[in-house]
């Protein structure tokens, strides 16, 4: 059945789409075509798709709601940040240093606040998760001598662009994706599914609970090291509740346990962001009228828990034509 | 060696003795039903058993290791596996995903090796993956297996609880009222799959049932419960005619 052979023209086949997509991105960037403005929207994009697949382990794999996300980001910012500035190496091990301090430092908290946290279930937990993110901002705010406190964190070196954001979002997309699918997935998904039966049947679920979590945060803080290393400049300001929300919202509107509903409805929210900005007011209005069609229209988000595959696409199309095909030929008999 | 012993368990909720000294012995390979009237205690013995409750006195020993205070997961892993009265399946996933997560506990590869795919992530997976399918061919279920379980119709739900249940390779499964919602051709293809699986796994079972004849057709020894109290013990024969459970069931 399982086998890496049967596997392994399936991974053949993504992995020349990373490449093929990768070359298009740098030959788009090294002719010229997008501007440094257009650049840094696609970055942003990037680093929100990769904070919010790591809220989606948490509300789509593991079913918890998890309100307090771009506190984990913050702190995984303001430890790469903090990171970068005070040491000197070279620039790639400098960067890769920064990125797995940021995911571990965040994944640290999220072990400290997960581990009482998780006892709750549902809108209590949404509260605490919300109220210890707004306690990592506010904690980053007092701390003024270290993080710059409200003012910020300025001259952060610049030690990340868009290829570097691409390779890292890849990564990410690919770690969770095996992940999910190994018998750690599994444990998780159960947890989601029912988590009396799945105690039953020999899930540690409180271990496999602090694990989600942890491996949540430890992404939305890799995700704000990014973020950091771009950007150069942290306020808390950035990491208020309500970007958690917006978070929120792209992994409610790509569909909660779907990591490529994740990627589109990201990209999609950025792109609407950037085409309202002007009407800064209207952005949330229309936002939540998205929102509102998609509850009627489609509850579960744009993919539900599907994922879009370019290994199944072809089979897909192939057999939606046969069936439309077979409707259409009995239309005409 | 008995497989099963519980020394006068109790429990208290709030100012509600739920179950009070409550004794049991099981050997292996016994088929023995609990019953008693709604309310009895019946759920709560079994969750006291699997460790979803701990009992607030009184000792539980699967073989002779005491288990009192045990996690449900370890207590699985201690050899006993159970169904519930209202379903729990992981209804979102399919019948095979169901079986696959209950072998969870005989898989060994670390995150690393998961997530890298190494020999070992193959192996293991491809192992489970031949168990559950067989687990499922014993049920007549292989065709059922990339259907989600929500889909199943109920009859084939029930079956597939068992079947994720006996995935865990337990000594003693726990059925909690296998039968309810049946219609009498389910219960009867019920029966015949409590005896099939009994035979095939060597499993011992303790089950809890309001039909009585799926009761007294299969079970060799019954315990009657009332009020969270032992009344009656003894084979199907003998509970019948006992005074005080036809007093329980039927009021005096």
């Known amino acids: 059945m399982v086998a890496l052979k049967d596997k392994s023209r399936d991974y053949s086949i993504n992995f020349i789409a990373v490449i093929l997509t990768f070359i298009v991105l740098m030959a788009v960037i090294k002719a010229g075509l997008i501007n440094n403005y257009v650049e840094g929207v696609v970055v942003f994009a990037m680093i929100n798709i990769i904070v919010a697949i790591s809220l989606n382990i948490a509300t789509g794999y593991l079913g918890q709601l998890a309100l307090g996300h771009a506190g984990f980001m913050a702190v995984g910012a303001y430890t790469a940040g903090l990171f970068i500035k005070a040491v000197e190496y070279p620039k790639y091990v400098e960067m890769i240093i920064a990125l797995l301090l940021g995911g571990l430092i965040a994944g640290v908290s999220g072990l400290i606040i997960g581990i009482p946290a998780l006892r709750l279930r549902g809108d209590y937990l949404g509260i605490v998760t919300l109220g210890f993110g707004e306690m990592i901002r506010y904690t980053i705010i007092n701390l003024g001598d270290i993080t710059g406190g409200a003012s910020g964190l300025k001259r952060i070196p610049k030690l990340i662009g868009l290829p570097e954001v691409y390779i890292v979002l890849v990564l990410v997309i690919t770690f969770v994706f095996l992940f999910i699918r190994s018998r750690h997935g599994r444990a998780i998904i159960s947890i989601r599914e029912n988590e009396i039966a799945a105690e039953s049947i020999g899930i540690p679920t409180t271990f496999y609970k602090v694990y989600g979590f942890f491996i949540s945060a430890f992404l939305a803080g890799v995700g704000g090291a990014c973020f950091a290393m771009y950007q150069r400049y942290l306020t808390p300001e950035k990491f208020k509740f309500m970007f958690s929300v917006e978070l929120f919202i792209i992994v409610v509107f790509g569909g909660m346990g779907s990591i490529t509903g994740t990627i589109i409805a990201g990209g999609l929210l950025a792109y609407i962001t950037e085409k309202l900005y002007a009407y800064d007011e209207l952005r949330l209005i229309i936002y939540s009228i998205l929102l509102i069609l998609l509850m009627i229209f489609k509850s579960d988000g744009l993919l539900g828990r599907s994922e879009f595959s370019l290994v199944r696409t072809p089979a897909r199309i192939k057999h939606l034509f046969s069936t439309l095909k077979a409707k259409f030929g009995k239309g005409v008999a | ?252």
Not at chain 2, 120 to 139: D, G, N, P, Q, V
């Open chain 2, 1 to 252: 060696m008995s497989l099963l012993t519980t020394k006068n368990i109790g429990i208290t909720f709030g100012g509600l003795r739920a179950v009070d000294n409550f004794e049991i012995t099981i050997e292996p390979g016994e088929l023995v039903g609990l019953i008693g009237p709604n309310g009895a205690g019946k759920t709560t013995i079994f969750n006291m058993l699997t460790g979803v409750y701990q009992p607030t006195e009184g000792e539980i020993f699967i073989g002779d290791k005491k288990v009192n205070g045990k996690k449900p997961y370890q207590i699985v892993r201690e050899g006993l596996g159970r169904t519930f009265q209202n379903i729990r399946l992981f209804a979102d996933l399919t019948v095979i995903e169901n079986i696959k997560i209950a072998f969870h506990k005989d898989m060994n590869y670390t995150m690393f090796e998961g997530v890298f795919r190494l020999p070992r992530y193959w192996k293991e997976e491809a192992l489970i993956t031949k168990k559950a399918i067989e687990l499922l061919s014993l049920f007549n279920m292989e065709e059922d297996a990339k259907n989600f379980a929500k889909n199943l119709p109920y009859g084939k739900q029930r079956k597939l609880e068992i079947c994720r249940a006996l995935a865990t390779n337990p000594k003693l499964l726990l059925l909690d009222e296998p039968a309810a919602g049946m219609n009498p051709l389910e219960t009867k293809e019920l029966m015949e799959t409590i005896h099939f699986i009994r035979d095939k796994f060597q499993v011992t079972i303790l089950l809890i049932e309001h039909d009585m004849n799926l009761v007294m057709g299969i079970c060799e020894r019954l315990i009657v419960i009332d009020y969270g109290m032992i009344i009656a013990k003894g084979t199907p024969d003998e509970i019948k005619t006992n005074k005080k459970v036809i007093e329980a069931y039927l009021g005096s």
